[in-house]
Structure formats: C-alpha cells, structure tokens
C-alpha cells in the first residue's frame, strides 16, 4: 500500500494572506479540514487554518504567506500520508480496493475491481472480466469489501 495517497488540488488562491483554494478527493470537504498537515510535491506544510466553503477547502498553510507564494502553488495536488488518518470500522481509502478480485454471493470470480466513479447518489464499482459490471456501492449490493484478503463480495441483481 502507498503510504501517500493524493486528498485534493489546489485550484486557486484565496484572500490576501496565502489562503489556497483546495477541491477535495475525498468522501468530504471536512475529512480533508481535519488534517494537521498535508505534503506537495514532497515537502511538508503544517495547516494553520482550514475551513469547509461549500465543496471546497480553505486551507492556510504554514510558510505560505503571500498571493504570490499561494498563486506557485495553483494546479498542485495535495497528498496525506495515510499514518496521519484513522479509519472507522469497514472503511477503507478506496485506492486500496482497485485492483481487488470481485467475486458474487456463491463464490464465482466476476473479475477485478478497476474504477470507482464518483456519482452524486452514491459511488459505482466498475467491475472488468469477462464483461464489465456496474455495481452501485451500497449495502444492498457490495456485501464485504475486505482489503487485507484482496477480495470483495457483491450481490448481483438481473440487469447487472
């Protein structure tokens, strides 16, 4: 597993003082906000500030104190280190379920799990094998999803 996983894209510059607008990659802008600190392109910054404004992030990052050192960091992607974040019972980040065996309910291989696409309802699992599969990624469909044994369960409907 990589330890550093990519959480956002600074998209511009906020205020006066250094400000970054950040859209987040993550479940919620506030995962994102709860961080202590964030690395681009391989350097570390401490976040002083963060603040959810509708899907985005404000953040205020130590040694960032200018327009102008705020505007070099425009277009850059922010990663977390994952030792940094505690994940609740069943969660898990999805770059670590691309790339999982996808098997149904009886046991039968459907192929790899290779994309989650972000939809406004809930995300989909973009299963590749013999024929690609979507499977919406709720409980009622995706039965266990269990990173260390490198499989997932899915139950599948007529249709699917």
Same mark, same amino acid.
């Given at each position: ?13 906020? =205020?006066? &003082?250094?400000? $970054? /607008? ?10 994102? @906000?709860?961080?202590?600190? %964030? ?14 404004? =509708?899907? &985005?992030?404000? $953040? /205020? ?10 505007? @070099?960091?425009?277009?850059? %992607? ?37 994309? %989650? ?44």
């Amino acid at each position: 597993m990589e330890q550093y996983l990519e959480c956002g894209e600074i998209v511009n510059t906020h =205020g006066l &003082n250094g400000e $970054l /607008k950040v859209v987040p990659w993550c479940d919620s802008p506030e995962f994102l @906000a709860e961080l202590k600190r %964030i690395f681009i392109l391989g350097s570390e910054y401490k976040i002083e500030r963060a603040a959810v404004s =509708g899907h &985005n992030v404000l $953040l /205020k990052l130590a040694g960032v104190s200018g327009v102008q050192q705020a505007m @070099a960091l425009k277009g850059k %992607i922010l990663l977390l280190d994952r030792a940094d974040v505690t994940l609740g019972d069943g969660e898990y980040f999805f770059r670590d379920a691309i790339g999982l065996a996808v098997f149904d309910e009886s046991g039968a291989k459907l192929g790899t799990l290779t994309d %989650i696409l972000e939809r406004p309802a809930n995300e989909v699992f973009v299963i590749s094998g013999e024929r690609e599969i979507l499977v919406p990624n709720v409980e009622e469909f995706v039965k266990i999803v269990d990173i260390e044994a490198k499989r997932i369960v899915v139950k599948l409907i007529e249709g699917m």
